[in-house]
């Protein structure tokens, strides 16, 4: 018996080495650009040099003074890396739900699980005496997952069609009754207001190692289970039907990638607040790009992501400096105009 290969979805269905190095190669830019630029200023060169000091069986003295090390290697560094993180989540994970949802305006912001996961972590916050540690991700994952959930119903009772608008309707409504439960709980903890404003605002400015352990975890089983469903969600683009004639369980793929996607989400926001468009803005571009397999949009759209928001991070901290724009207030200002391009293209398909 001959077993029946999986359709190619239109596009590039596989990663090419040219594209994968690009993604690379900007990643990296994104992350010098995070180390070298700083309210401090250190020379380049001694930062390059104390960065290759780093590496196993390399010994270069830098020139940096220790107060100056301190400033790259626990200011810096962390904070770049955590932009990255930040940022390649959200993007992977809005491509993971644009798979899931067959809808281009599918987004971590806009379907209400960024706005749960933040209602999760501020819960914990408020609520949780000392330091919160481990169960900030934990419920903001629950969160993340609810909020999510909430919309999908919300838009399937709201009307059986595909379209975008209902869709997004349904996230814009599920975001709002979160952001009024996360100003409820806000008030019951008054003193905790600037932390939390500040947090609700979008920022890697506190990033630490300690922080980046804590989500590491989270963030690499989500990136492992949404790169190995890539194809899966391919087959998922070509139709139900297809899929199921191959023996392939919609339903269960379509959950697991929703969970991984809400994953992503929650370890993102537990560390860096609400920051919007970055799920729509990245995997539009890797698909005009790159093609639109979700074997190459999702692993761009990872490494496209962390170097988007780690340029970013490196705009809002230097842009009025020595003073700070939050990172959500940069993502708005290039995602706004996006999204609307992307909404007018999305109703010029469904008029033809």
Known sequence: MTRKRLPQPPGQARLRPVSLAAGVALLAAALLGGVLAGAADLPAGGVLKALADRLPFVHIDSGLGV?????????????????????????????GYQGVFRNPLADPY??????????????????????????????????????????????GTAGRGNGAATLVLAGVAVSSFLAAVQTFLQQLKTEELQRIFSWLLGGVGAADWRQLALIAPYALVSTVVLLAHGRLLDVLSVGDEEAASLGLSASRVRMTVLVAASLATACAVAVSGLIGFVGIVVPHVVRRLAGGSYRVVLPLSLLGGAAFLGVADLVARTVIAPGEVPLGVVTAFVGGPFFVAVLRASRRQVET
């Open 67 to 95: 107060i100056d090390e301190n400033v790259l290697f626990e200011l810096r560094v962390p904070r770049a890396l955590m932009a990255a993180l930040v940022g390649g989540m959200l993007a992977m994970a809005g491509a």
């Open 110 to 155: 806009l379907l209400g699980a960024a706005a749960g996961a933040g209602v999760g972590a501020t819960t914990v916050i408020v609520l949780v005496p000392g330091d919160p540690g481990y169960a900030v991700p934990l419920a903001a994952f629950v969160g993340a997952v609810s909020g999510v959930f909430l919309a999908y119903v919300l838009g």
